[in-house]
């Protein structure tokens, strides 16, 4: 059930697949590695795969055995001509090298606080020039008013979807202290931290936002 509840919990996440088809057109580069990190079911990474270069190599990684099953079967139905591994392993471990395309897609903010910039430092080193990262995330707002405002309107949104008052109350003490949002400014911070330059946001719904960092 997990891509269905990720498409009717996140606003925009058709929007981000359809983004990270355009950038792999355009930024994948040839004999480059691409990496989908917390690649979860293999949505992102069958984007990825599907619109890259045949000479790219995938690299999909996640911590859970059940999900690396599951997104290894789902990428061997596929038959693009990009080559792929999939790693069980934490992101803290995953060394990048030779990289065109790094996605962090809903993934970072489920790291400890403390670890994320350790994480930005390593792909950005691990980034060929001209490479870019993606770097969608639950986002929080540093103004209570405007916090309060686009929390109400993303819990409308979930109603929207089908979720009942009790659903969305559930879910949300069930992240509480998991994910653990930061605002614009802090990510944008982080990402000048690592060595990005150029910084654009390529989307935002509500309390959700993806950026793109550019090497």
């Given at each position: 059930?997990f891509?269905?509840?990720?498409?009717?919990?996140?606003?925009?996440?058709d929007?981000l697949?359809?983004?990270?088809?355009?950038?792999?057109?355009?930024?994948?580069?040839?004999?480059?590695?691409?990496?989908?990190?917390?690649?979860?079911?293999?949505?992102?990474?069958l984007?990825?795969?599907?619109n890259?270069?045949?000479?790219?190599?995938?690299?999909?990684?996640d911590?859970?055995?059940?999900?690396?099953?599951?997104?290894?079967?789902?990428?061997?139905?596929?038959?693009?001509?990009?080559?792929?591994?999939?790693?069980?392993?934490?992101?803290?471990?995953?060394?990048?090298?030779?990289?065109?395309?790094?996605?962090?897609?809903?993934?970072?903010?489920?790291?400890?606080?403390?670890?994320?910039?350790t994480?930005?430092?390593?792909?950005?080193?691990?980034?060929?020039?001209?490479?870019?990262?993606?770097?969608?995330?639950?986002i929080?707002?540093?103004?209570?008013?405007?916090?309060?405002?686009?929390?109400?309107?993303?819990?409308?949104?979930?109603?929207?979807?089908?979720?009942?008052?009790?659903?969305?109350?559930?879910?949300?003490?069930?992240?509480?202290?998991?994910l653990?949002?930061?605002?614009?400014?802090?990510?944008?911070?982080?990402?000048?931290?690592?060595?990005?330059?150029?910084?654009?946001?390529?989307?935002?719904c509500f309390?959700?936002s993806a950026l793109?960092?550019?090497?």
């Amino acid at each position: 059930v997990f891509d269905n509840m990720i498409q009717r919990s996140v606003p925009g996440y058709d929007f981000l697949l359809d983004v990270i088809a355009v950038l792999a057109q355009r930024y994948g580069q040839a004999d480059s590695q691409c990496y989908d990190l917390g690649c979860s079911l293999g949505t992102t990474s069958l984007r990825l795969r599907q619109n890259l270069p045949a000479s790219c190599h995938v690299i999909g990684v996640d911590n859970s055995a059940a999900m690396v099953s599951r997104c290894k079967h789902n990428m061997a139905r596929d038959n693009s001509q990009a080559s792929y591994e999939i790693c069980q392993q934490n992101i803290q471990d995953t060394q990048i090298e030779n990289a065109s395309i790094v996605l962090l897609n809903f993934t970072l903010q489920f790291i400890q606080d403390q670890q994320r910039q350790t994480i930005l430092n390593n792909i950005y080193t691990g980034i060929k020039p001209g490479g870019v990262l993606l770097l969608a995330e639950k986002i929080c707002f540093a103004k209570p008013q405007q916090q309060a405002l686009q929390t109400d309107l993303y819990h409308d949104f979930k109603r929207l979807q089908g979720y009942s008052d009790l659903e969305v109350a559930q879910k949300r003490a069930a992240l509480e202290n998991v994910l653990v949002p930061n605002t614009l400014q802090q990510h944008r911070q982080r990402l000048q931290e690592a060595g990005f330059k150029h910084i654009e946001v390529c989307m935002q719904c509500f309390n959700f936002s993806a950026l793109l960092a550019f090497k």
